[in-house]
Structure formats: C-alpha cells, structure tokens
C-alpha cells in the first residue's frame, strides 16, 4: 500500500501565496508522475497541474503563470507553490500519483491523498 499525505493548505487573502506539499510513503515503489487536482463546492474535480518523473510539467490554463509544480525525487514529495491566489482558487486541494508498486509483483497504482483544504478570502 501506499499513502499519500498533503499538507500545507490553509486561509489566505487574495494575492497571497500558499505552498503545498504531497509526500508518498509505504511500500517499495517508483513514481511515474505526481500531480494536484482541485474540487471546489458543486464542481468537477479539476486538474492543476502534474509533473512525470522525467520532470515534464502540465499546468491548467487557469493557474498558469500563478502556480508552480515541482518534486524532490529522493523524499517522494511534490510541491505546488500558488502565487496571486484569487477567491475562485478556493477548493479542496488533492495529490495524486501514478506508481509502480513492488509487491511480488510491478503493479500500476494510482493513488489519492485525503486532501487539504485552500480558502482564499479577504
């Protein structure tokens, strides 16, 4: 098994910034990519952005240019730093990783963190 553990999130005004981090932990395992997602009150779960293990990112449009996503390979952790964070950024933030896991066998797993909580509001 592997579990995913969020911390960071919090209560901020518009235009400040909040950094996030994610670190994996459990069984023996290689990550193929970690990413965020967000799911605001009555709305989708929504992708933020993502990193592979190659260090390719993928942002989405609306925190472009606001957000960064980045990883510490050797403590399995990622980041997301949100600059000029707006009332809309508002949501349940989550991690997310595509893993191989070495249990007597390679197994793809996907795994979810319980998320933590961003609220931007003056």
């Known amino acids: 098994q592997v579990q995913l553990v969020e911390s960071g999130g919090g209560l901020v005004q518009p235009g400040g910034s909040l950094s996030l981090s994610c670190e994996a932990s459990?069984?023996?395992?290689?990550?193929?990519?970690m990413g965020w997602y967000r799911q605001a009150p009555g709305e989708q779960r929504e992708l933020v952005a993502e990193i592979t293990s190659g260090g390719d990112t993928n942002y989405a449009d609306f925190v472009k240019g606001r957000f960064t996503i980045s990883r510490d390979s050797a403590k399995n952790t990622v980041y997301l730093q949100m600059n000029g964070l707006k009332p809309e950024d508002t949501a349940v933030y989550y991690c997310k990783a595509d893993l191989t896991v070495y249990v007597d066998y390679e197994w793809r797993v996907i795994s979810w963190g319980k998320g933590t909580l961003v609220t931007v509001t003056s």
């Open positions: 459990g069984s023996t395992f290689s990550f193929n990519a």
